[in-house]
C-alpha cells in the first residue's frame, strides 16, 4: 500500500451533527451549524468531515433509525443547506463523508408501515425479516437472538386473524432497538434502493460513506439459534462479534461489492465500514479490492493505557488489512464509546494519556479518525438520569447508562449555558468544566490540548518523515513503547510506565506533554526525526 488516494492517509473528522453547533436556537445542531464552522475545522488540518445521519428520523436513536434515507430532517436543515455544505466544505479544501445505514431502517419507514398493515407472506413484509413464533400460539420469539442494544431481537407484529380481526402474530427481527427492523437482503427490492440512495448522495458531491455495522445486513439462512451462549449474543455496540450468527455472515461481501460497484463510477470517493470483527483474516475480507476502501478497527480504542496492549492493537489493526492490501485506520474516540480522557482515568492525568495516545495515533500510517470535542480534550460529562436519551438506557433495564455522555455539545466560546454551541437550551446539558475547554480559549493557548492536536496535524502533513507504510518496532524499557515509520526516520515513543525513561535519538519534532530533559515522562509521547 502506497499513498495514492487521499482516504489512504486522511484524518477524518467526525461531526456528531447533534452536538456540534446549532444555527437555529433549538438545542439541536444542525448542517447550518456545520457550515458556519468550517473556517475552523480548516484551521485544524483535517482532511475530510464524516457527518453522521442528518436523515428523517423520528430519532430514536438519533438518526440511526432512518425513515427516509434520500432527505434531511427538518432539525438538521435541507437538501438546500446540504448542498452549500458539500460546496463550501470543498472550497475549504475539506471532503465530506455521510454515514450510511444499511442494515435497518426506522419503524417510520413507509416500507415498515406498509408491511405491518400487510399479511404475512406478503411483498411488504419480505422487505423486512417477519416470523411466526416458537410456541403453540407462535407466543415466543423465533430464535434466541438478543439485541445489541439489550432485550430480544425480536418484536411482537399484529396480523389480521381468521375473524378479520388484528391480533398479536408474525414476530420482526431488530438487531438493534424494536424501532430499527432489519432488512432482508436477499430482497432485490433492498439492494436496489440502496443503489439508489448511493447515488443520490453521490450525484449531489459527496466523497464518500461511513458504512454503519458493515458486518450486519446478510443473515444465515434459516436464523439459526446462537449457540455461542444462553444469552444469545454479545450485548454492545463495538463488541467483537466472532462466532455469532447475527453478524459478520459470509453474503455480506456481495453487499459491499454492489457499494463498491457503484463508488467505482465515482472517482476518488470512498466508503469506510463500522467494522467489529475480532478475527484479523475476516477482517480483511471487508477491505479487499473489490469491497470497502477503508474499515475501522476499534482496537486501538478499546486497548487500556499499557504499552503492551497499544503495541498489540497496533500489530493487529496492521495485520489485518495487510492480507487485503488496504491501509489502516486508527481511531480512539466515536459517538460509541466513553472519551478517552475518562477511559484513561479522568482528570488532568486522563488529558495527559489522552494526548499521548493521539500522538502515538497520528505517527501511524494509515487513515485517522478524529471525533469532534477530541481535539478539545473533552472528558466524559456526568449526566442525570433524568436526562440520558440513549436508548440503550431505557432497552436494557436501565443496567447500562448508555453513550449520551460522549455526545455532549461541544463547547465553542465563552461561559454562557450554551458556550456558544446554542443560543438555546442544549439537547443534553453541557457540564460547566466545558467552560474552561471552549475551542475560543484553546486556540489562545499554545499548551492546550487543541494547539498540540493542530500542531501534530499539521506535521503529519507538511513534514518529510511522515512516510511510510509499515511500522518497525525499537526495543523500548519495561511499559514504554517505540516505533519507527517503515522506510522514514519519523519515531514516536510512549510511556505508559510510572518512570521518566531515555527518549530514544533524534532531534525531538513535538511532545504531549513537558519534557524533562532528555527522559520521557509518564503518560507522554514524543515524536523524533
Ligand atoms: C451505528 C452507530 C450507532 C448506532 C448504531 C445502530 O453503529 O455508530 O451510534 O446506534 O449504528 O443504528
Not at 437555529?24 to 448542517?31: A, E, I, Y
Not at 446462537?226 to 453474503?251: C, K, M, S, T, Y
Not at 499499557?306 to 492480507?323: C, G, N, Y
Not at 509499515?470 to 510506565?497: D, I, K, M, Q, Y
Request: charged share 20%; net charge negative.
Amino acid at each position: 500500500m502506497s499513498s495514492v488516494h487521499w482516504w489512504q492517509n486522511a484524518v477524518v473528522y467526525q461531526v456528531y451533527v447533534r452536538s456540534f453547533s446549532d444555527s437555529d436556537g433549538d438545542g439541536v445542531g444542525d448542517l447550518e451549524g456545520v457550515r458556519s464552522r468550517l473556517g475552523y475545522l480548516e484551521l485544524l488540518g483535517v482532511d475530510a468531515l464524516w457527518l453522521t445521519p442528518f436523515f428523517t428520523s423520528p430519532m430514536a436513536d438519533h438518526g440511526y433509525d432512518v425513515a427516509d434515507p434520500r432527505s434531511v430532517d427538518p432539525v438538521f436543515g435541507d437538501l438546500r443547506t446540504f448542498d452549500a455544505l458539500v460546496t463550501d466544505a470543498h472550497e475549504h479544501g475539506l471532503r465530506v463523508m455521510i454515514d450510511l445505514v444499511p442494515n435497518h431502517t426506522s419503524t417510520e419507514h413507509e416500507w415498515f408501515r406498509a408491511a405491518l398493515d400487510s399479511v404475512p407472506g406478503s411483498p411488504e413484509r419480505a422487505r423486512y425479516h417477519f416470523r411466526r413464533g416458537r410456541g403453540e400460539e407462535g407466543e415466543l420469539p423465533p430464535n434466541n437472538w438478543t439485541s445489541v442494544f439489550g432485550g430480544p431481537a425480536w418484536t411482537r407484529a399484529l396480523d389480521l386473524d381468521a375473524a378479520g380481526e388484528w391480533a398479536p402474530g408474525g414476530w420482526y427481527l431488530h438487531l438493534l432497538s424494536p424501532d430499527q427492523p432489519d432488512l432482508n437482503w436477499t430482497n432485490p427490492e433492498v439492494w436496489a434502493d440502496l443503489e439508489k440512495t448511493l447515488r443520490f448522495w453521490l450525484d449531489r458531491g459527496i466523497d464518500g460513506f461511513r458504512v454503519h455495522m458493515a458486518h450486519g445486513m446478510s443473515k444465515p439462512d434459516g436464523l439459526p439459534d446462537n449457540r455461542g451462549g444462553d444469552e444469545g449474543g454479545a450485548v454492545g455496540l463495538l463488541a467483537p462479534i466472532d462466532g455469532d450468527p447475527r453478524f459478520d455472515h459470509d453474503g455480506v461481501h456481495d453487499v459491499h461489492r454492489m457499494i463498491r460497484a457503484v463508488l467505482d463510477h465515482y472517482p476518488g470517493r470512498t466508503a469506510i465500514g463500522e467494522i467489529t470483527v475480532g478475527d484479523d483474516e475476516r477482517f480483511a475480507r471487508y477491505v479487499r479490492s473489490d469491497e470497502l476502501h477503508l474499515g475501522f478497527n476499534f482496537r486501538l480504542l478499546q486497548a487500556p493505557f499499557d504499552a503492551a496492549a497499544v503495541r498489540e492493537a497496533i500489530e493487529h489493526s496492521l495485520a489485518a488489512v495487510k492480507w487485503a492490501g488496504a491501509a489502516p485506520t486508527w481511531t480512539l474516540s466515536n459517538h460509541d464509546a466513553p472519551r478517552p480522557v475518562s477511559r484513561y482515568g479522568g482528570g488532568a492525568l486522563g488529558r495527559a494519556r489522552a494526548r499521548a495516545m493521539t500522538l502515538v495515533e497520528l505517527a501511524l500510517p494509515g487513515a485517522v479518525c478524529l471525533y469532534n470535542g477530541e481535539e478539545l480534550g473533552l472528558p466524559d460529562a456526568e449526566l442525570p438520569d433524568a436526562e440520558l436519551q440513549d436508548p440503550i438506557w431505557e432497552l436494557s433495564g436501565h443496567a447500562e447508562r448508555g453513550r449520551d455522555s460522549c455526545r455532549v455539545p461541544m463547547p465553542w466560546e465563552g461561559d454562557a449555558p450554551g458556550h456558544g454551541f446554542t443560543s438555546g437550551q442544549p439537547w443534553l446539558p453541557m457540564p460547566p468544566e466545558y467552560g474552561e475547554l471552549t475551542v475560543a480559549g484553546q486556540l489562545e493557548d499554545t499548551t492546550s490540548t487543541l494547539s498540540l492536536i493542530r500542531r501534530a496535524v499539521e506535521l503529519r502533513k507538511t513534514h518529510p518523515a511522515f512516510t511510510g507504510d509499515g511500522v518497525e518496532w525499537f526495543g523500548a524499557p519495561s511499559g514504554c513503547l517505540a516505533f519507527r515509520r517503515a522506510g522514514s526516520t519519523l519515531v514516536c515513543a510512549l510511556n505508559t510506565s510510572n518512570n521518566a525513561v531515555p527518549l530514544p535519538p533524534g532531534d525531538l519534532l513535538l511532545a504531549s506533554g513537558p519534557l524533562n530533559g532528555n527522559l520521557l515522562p509518564p503518560d507522554t509521547a514524543a515524536w523524533l526525526a
